[in-house]
């Protein structure tokens, strides 16, 4: 009855295959690992420069710079006082500094996620082929074990800032990716004609007529984008990402309970924060569609 | 202003399919519309079209739905590739340009109003009306004021910072109309364009059409699926059914010599009064002397019956432009021809 048997390959076979994988990706990164990790070095700055600003300044600045920007984007006083409070008690239990890491680690990886997906979104709405392609790409990204690929992240990058960045920007970005393809597939038909209509080029049709219609569903893309990079950044700090994620990581490990659920809380608090401000900021932008001809 | 350019459609074939232009031959040599859709599946979209639409008038296409009013439209400005055939705009074959020749065509000779208005609804009246002149590269300056003058123009000063869905139908195709007569082109599309109106809205807009070609003569080409606003509008009229031309003429033509049963049909309901021209009843045998009543050369058979009632007299002399007398119209003739299919 051998044939019942599963005909998987022989473990000396599979030692090999794996051995020769690690090992070739292992030389790869002692030979490129140190231009790649070049390559992210301004990055890098970029990030440690925010987060030691966000850090160094006067608290009470810092509180009115955020109470402002949300208020600016929401134009809503209960949104902004709300912000101030869950600024106000977060620095209460002691965790400011952690707070303001996170921060500048969601903001940084949300810009990177932004700049690079809003292209990919738009090559892909503009060519199915193209969709065809990236579709299983971001399939992929968004089901694998984020700890899988943390894998060969680290041993590029070692343990730090960086691969914690990439790790969270590949976990936050398909849905930014997808969000900017489906908003402008789905923009209406008959005004793209009618841009078509009046001799509008490729880009001035793109520029004029699908991103400004796409906008409201970018902006739920951001919103997305954003949520998702506050959970993954908990992952990242077991790759040395320091913040937030990696009090809430010393709390198991040491079985804190109330440790980590003021720093679960502070997290949760950040997400409503931005959620809230980037969600009232996509609908003003929408504010168009609201008055209706009675 | 110069006269404006007419149009030429020659021989003109769309085919939807994947292989429309192997099929060709086939409908040239004669296959149905049904057949070339059943054997080959093909869907024949327009069959030989030849329309020369005159510069500077309006030209009606009329056709119920799916039969191709549309489609035709669209290959006059090329958003649909034809399969086979011409569209002479003068001397260029609007078929034949390259993308950026297209552009410029147009961007600059012609100017198109939708069916479902298809405004930018994140942009002001004022905002779409400068679309086209916006992409032609024209400061933004200079394109508001030439906007406003149309906006103006078309009754909607004062909305110029509304959006559109703050607007009824009838105010939105205004932009609309604003929009692509702002693009100043020799040549304006309209696409079913007051079909989404209701029926006073529509006679609103009609007149406002009217009233603007007396001063503009574009070449205007206007897709209807109404007889009522075919009759109204067109200088000439091409009756369209299942892609190809099956009657072309003046109203009057139309109404008076059907060319088929199906047409027939059509216009059996038509007010008559309306269409037909004095100059078809009238007696032109005989003309009387001066005096009495005259009604002038090139008016409708209702307006003359019209002054019959008014004045009460059963007879009058029509006069052509110089005041010279061309023949007689009595009231009988003028009732009769109203009530009563005529012929020529």
């Known amino acids: 009855m051998d044939w019942i048997e599963f005909p998987s390959l022989s473990r000396g076979n599979l030692l090999t295959i794996k051995k020769t994988i690690d090992g070739s990706f292992k030389e790869f990164t002692r030979a490129y690992g140190d231009l790649i990790d070049k390559f992210f070095d301004p990055l890098q700055d970029f990030l440690v420069l925010l987060e030691r600003l966000l850090i160094t300044s ?3 600045l810092v509180l009115a710079f955020f109470a402002g920007i949300v208020f600016l984007m929401s134009r809503k006083v209960s949104i902004t006082v709300g912000t101030v409070i ?22 940084v990886c949300t810009l990177l996620a932004i700049v690079l997906g809003i292209p990919i979104g738009i090559f892909m709405a503009r060519s199915d082929r193209v969709q065809r392609l990236v579709n299983p790409v971001l399939d992929l990204m968004q089901t694998m074990p984020s700890f899988v690929y943390l894998i060969p992240v680290v041993m590029i990058f070692g343990i730090g800032k960086v691969p914690g960045l990439i790790a969270v920007v590949i976990y936050a970005i398909p849905p930014m990716i997808r969000l900017t393809n489906l908003g402008i597939r789905l923009v209406d ?9 009046f001799g509008s080029s490729g880009s001035q049709k793109l520029m004029n007529v699908q991103l400004p219609l796409a906008l409201p569903t970018i902006m739920a893309g951001i919103n997305q984008c954003i949520m998702m990079s506050l959970s993954m950044v908990v992952v990242a700090s077991m790759i040395g990402v320091k913040g937030l994620g990696q009090e809430v990581l010393n709390a198991i490990n040491n079985q804190y309970l109330t440790a980590g659920v003021l720093s679960g809380l502070a997290i949760v608090s950040i997400a409503i924060i931005f959620d809230r401000a980037t969600q009232a900021y996509g609908k003003r932008l929408q504010k168009h569609s609201e008055v209706v001809h009675g | 202003m110069g006269e404006a350019t007419g149009i ?7 085919i939807f399919g994947p292989n429309g232009k192997e099929m060709v031959q086939k409908v040239k040599d004669g296959m149905s519309k049904a057949e070339l859709n059943e054997k080959f599946n093909h869907v024949l979209g327009l069959n030989d079209i030849n329309i020369s639409m005159p510069g500077g008038k309006i030209e009606v296409v009329m056709g119920l739905s799916g039969s191709g009013k549309s489609t035709l439209i669209r290959h006059i400005n090329r958003l649909i590739d034809p399969t086979d055939g011409e569209v002479l ?13 297209l552009r410029e065509f147009r961007r600059h000779k012609t100017a198109m109003v939708f069916q479902k208005f298809a405004l930018l609804p994140h942009r002001t009246v004022m905002k779409n009306t400068v679309y086209g002149l916006e992409i032609q590269g024209v400061p933004m300056k200079e394109a508001e004021n030439r906007a406003a003058r149309w906006i103006a123009r078309v009754g909607l000063e004062g909305f110029e910072d509304h959006y559109p ?6 105010m939105q195709q205004r932009v609309g109309l604003a929009r692509a007569l702002t693009n100043d082109a020799d040549i304006l599309l309209m696409d079913e364009a007051f079909s989404a109106l209701d029926p006073l809205i529509r006679m609103d807009m009609q007149t406002v059409l009217l009233d603007l070609q007396e001063e503009l003569h574009k070449t205007i080409v206007f897709i209807t699926h109404d007889l009522d606003e075919a009759l109204r509008l067109g200088d000439k009229i091409a009756i369209l059914r299942d892609g190809a031309v099956i009657q ?36 032109k045998t005989r003309t009387v002397k001066e005096g009495g009543l005259t009604i002038s ?11 019959f009632a008014e004045t009460g007299l059963g007879e009058a002399s029509v006069v052509n432009g110089d005041g010279r007398p061309v023949g007689v119209l009595n009231v009988q003739d003028t009732i009769s021809a109203m009530v009563t299919p005529a012929t020529l």
């Open chain 1, 58 to 60: 006067p608290w009470p």
């Open chain 1, 86 to 107: 869950a600024l106000a008690l977060i620095g209460v239990f002691g965790l400011w500094e952690d707070t303001m890491r996170t921060i500048a680690m969601v903001t």
């Open chain 1, 189 to 197: 038909q008959d005004v793209l004609e009618a841009a078509d209509a």
């Open chain 2, 8 to 14: 030429e459609i020659k021989n003109l074939y769309k």
């Open chain 2, 89 to 101: 705009y003068g001397s260029e074959d609007v078929c034949k340009m390259t993308q950026k020749e």
């Open chain 2, 165 to 170: 869905n703050q607007l009824s139908g009838g």
């Open chain 2, 248 to 283: 072309q003429g003046t109203g009057q033509e139309i109404v008076l010599r059907p060319a088929d049963q199906y047409i027939a049909d059509f216009v059996k309901e038509v007010n008559r009064g309306r269409v037909i021209l004095v100059d078809t009843v009238m007696d």
């Open chain 2, 297 to 307: 050369s090139g008016i409708m058979l209702e307006e003359a019956a019209k002054t």
